[in-house]
């Protein structure tokens, strides 16, 4: 059983930034590719940015390429979303995820089996 919990959401003006955590149990972290997902009223959930467990490659929504960066501390089972230049249309629940499976990254949701409670983020104009 893995367990996720996310921190660093809040309230942001446009152009501000916030960097939201995602820690993780278990003892083979680093054999998880981890997302981060984002669900906002109304909407479905939406893929927002990915890394794998092999080389740590990255894969990001084009709505957010160039803005958000993901990143990832295996020795603190933690993984990281920068999120800079936020606008309104950012605002959403994120969720951390994980694929336990060692597969390849995937960037859709349904490819991974744990999930967090989700943050709030949101962007005020």
């Known amino acids: 059983q893995v367990q996720l919990v996310e921190s660093g959401g809040g309230l942001v003006q446009a152009g501000g930034s916030l960097r939201l955590s995602c820690a993780a149990s278990?003892?083979?972290?680093?054999?998880?590719?981890m997302g981060w997902f984002r669900q906002a009223p109304g909407k479905e959930r939406e893929f927002v940015a990915a890394?794998?467990?092999?080389?740590?490659?990255?894969y990001y929504a084009d709505s957010v390429k160039g803005r958000f960066t993901i990143s990832r501390d295996n020795a603190k089972n933690t993984v990281y979303l920068q999120m800079n230049s936020l606008k309104p249309e950012d605002t959403a629940v994120y969720y951390c995820?994980?694929?336990?499976?060692?597969?390849?990254?995937?960037?859709?949701?349904?490819?991974?089996?744990?999930w967090g409670q989700g943050t709030q983020v949101t962007v005020s104009s």
């Open positions: 890394i794998s467990w092999t080389d740590s490659s990255t």
């Open positions: 995820a994980a694929d336990t499976t060692a597969r390849s990254t995937s960037t859709t949701p349904y490819a991974y089996n744990y």
């Open positions: 278990g003892r083979t972290f680093s054999r998880y590719a």
